[in-house]
């Protein structure tokens, strides 16, 4: 027995390409964990007969669950909801307390925008409060309502923003609806290894040798994809097989145990905030211009141990903010091991912190030469006690993956000198 | 008369999510571009049931021409030329040209892998050698050929790796199979309008009543899509109908003319960019922590008018580095319109700029307090001629949404004070 699902996204702009559809990847993946088979996503425009057309597809699959996304907003073009209430045969009602509930948030957005009349969002918003008879209704995150509407297949109708869907994700898979068209689910454990540094092929390699000496390897549903510069290695497999996974992991532990860095799914950035209680960071940035700092901050309670930092995108700003020896520019380039290593130095002044990390690179399109290419990227990280960590890394890709990419060797570099794993 | 087209694309790895589809999409653009309606996009593992299927399904939408990309490789999970064939009721035949041309490619490939046996890879590589009888073949980019097979609907079999399916692609449009099954392709116009600062619920009112008030307002095709706290409102239309546009254009002018900023698709980045072209800006940033930096320097070429700036996290940081009066920030706390102002003073001071912005605010999820509840940020532009734009806003979400958004805001307050739109 299993329980099978199929994914309908719905909105032109997705269809175009002019939005990147992340809804069905997020989806796929919590599908996954909940050891519901996934058949098909597919996709489709602002227009009903085309979203009728694809829940049917479905239906005709035999899948026990389809998950919507999109289409329920206040304008005329959003119409998932009276499609989904069609191909289900159910009435579209109006549901009072959800009206009052969907007015009394838009009441509140409204004192932002003292320019509109409230009256006509309001009719505008009432759309948003006409659900298929009988559905159970998610609560909205944004303005709009999700609806799960039990039946062969059980239908669950989201929202489009992923910010909206996400928070309302666990109370659809929580109603009875979803629990019954479940039922016949596969429990799997997951595992989720981290390694940095390695290539693809040479985890490739190392799996092909791990399938001849691990007996029951094939039990293991290993995909490995590679992720901000990172290898994520995540593993399905059903409890009974514990054991082979055990072998996998010591088998990955004895061949990469530097670049393995996490066997517990736990991020570079969560073991750089752990690392980081007690301390005091600034940051001194050039080619990554305040995304090392940006990230820093991401996470609740950063400000106990971020101080700031300087984006030195000039020469004089690494001067006049850092206090970077012009004549070190003037010697080595703004791009080079000893200018990082004083933008540190500089950066742990300025702030009294005691860790500092520091980036000086060439993103490019422009900017390279022979010596320095562009994705040429100087890093350093200095301590109180007057210890360096410095690294010069050769990224690939363009502009954009070169600055992204910096900001996860910046963490590693923190992470290595953190744990005194120079 | 019109064509219409579907895409199928194939693989495991794309539809869990590991690997992101970047052939859909693009395809998607493609067929934009020539006036081929896209009805839908479907996504499928390597089972070949269900390629067959979604085929199946496409083909009853009365669609004129199906796409499809992926599982063309040599191994045996690489199943869509079969299935196709089976699909359009031809014989699957070996065509010795093609073969030979494989063969010639994979030697040529094999001299980098000098371990691999180079029968068993030709052996592999004849599978790819088998097309269905009458097909046109699109000549390999890497190993795969592609196939184009005439009929209602015509299928263009294309490899999943999009540096293989991108060049392939004219070829394919080329063949008379295509040109047939598009012959009806109509051309279209596109705009695209952006707005900022307005509810989409307010948006719904107005296009409700445009719909009342310009003839023929049904002949466009209008979608809407809220992204970073931005309205994108994009309109397809044929060629006559562009005097409807226009008066689509000129209601959302008049009644909106303060949050509609772009009438020809620009981005707000690229608006700033242009507005700070011979000046230089530098930032002041609390709770965006450097991501109105990074955000500023996306772009090539920003290292002419960005000098830097300073992410000032802690108090310490506000006094030290920009020079705010500890006395302000007791006064009326770090997170106030006079603190913003006395960074983006300080900013402008440091750098030796002639342009500054400044964020104070509160992120969350703690901080946040009666007066200044979570999501309240102050923003402040500072010119050198003296002049500031001040404001406060109250942003939704999460920490990081109120993040984002808070430097979206940040970009329509530089756009505000460097257009003297204030």
């Known amino acids: 027995m299993s329980a099978r699902a199929g994914i309908v996204v719905t909105g032109t702009e997705v269809l175009t390409g002019r939005v990147r559809d992340l809804n069905g990847p997020w989806l796929a993946d919590r599908l996954l964990e909940l050891g519901v088979e996934l058949g098909h996503i597919t996709l489709c425009g602002d227009r009903p007969a085309d979203i009728e057309a694809q829940l049917r597809f479905l239906a005709g699959q035999g899948v026990d669950l389809i ?35 969907i007015a009394d948030i ?52 989201l929202p489009g923003p992923p910010r909206e869907l996400q928070p309302m994700w666990d109370a659809a898979v929580a109603t009875d ?115 090392v700092a940006a990230r820093l901050t991401d996470r609740p309670g950063s400000s106990a141990y971020v101080a700031g930092g300087v984006v030195s995108y000039s020469n004089e700003a690494k001067i006049e903010l850092l206090g970077v020896d012009a004549a070190l520019i003037e010697a080595h380039g703004a791009v080079s091991e000893p200018v990082a290593e004083a933008m540190a130095a500089g950066a742990l002044r300025r702030f009294g912190a005691d860790t500092a990390v520091a980036t000086t690179g060439i993103a490019g399109p422009g900017g390279g030469s022979e010596a320095k290419p562009v994705g040429t990227v100087c890093f350093s990280v200095a301590l109180a006690d007057g210890t360096f960590l410095t690294r010069t890394s050769r990224l690939p890709g363009n502009r954009s993956d070169v600055r992204e990419r910096s900001t996860t060797v910046a963490m590693h570099l923190l992470r290595r000198a953190l744990t005194g794993d120079r």
């Open 106 to 157: 838009v009441t509140g957005l409204m004192a932002r925008f003292p320019g509109v009349d409230p009256d006509a969002v309001l009719a505008a918003n009432r759309k948003q409060a006409l659900v298929p008879s009988g559905a159970e209704i998610l609560d909205p995150v944004g303005t709009a309502p999700g609806v799960v509407v039990a039946g062969a297949p059980t239908v669950v109708v």
């Open 177 to 291: 609806a979803v629990q019954r068209a479940i039922a016949g689910r596969v429990t799997y454990r997951q595992e989720t290894i981290r390694m940095f540094g390695l290539p693809e092929s040479g985890l490739a390699d190392t799996l092909r040798e791990a399938q001849t000496r691990i007996a029951g390897f094939e039990r293991l549903e290993i995909t490995t994809c590679l992720r901000r510069g990172e290898l994520e290695i995540v593993t399905r497999y059903e409890p009974h097989d514990a054991a082979v996974y055990s072998e996998l992991l010591k088998v990955l532990r004895d061949k990469h145990s530097r670049e393995l860095f996490s066997t517990d799914g736990t991020f570079v950035d969560d073991q750089v905030a752990t690392l980081l209680a007690g301390r005091t960071i600034a940051t001194a940035e050039s080619c990554t211009a305040g995304m």
């Open 67 to 101: 998950i919507t996304s999109g289409g329920l907003g206040p304008t005329a073009d959003d119409m998932t909801v009276e499609v989904v209430s069609r191909f289900c045969e159910r009435d579209l009602v109006l549901d009072p307390g959800l009206e009052a509930k």
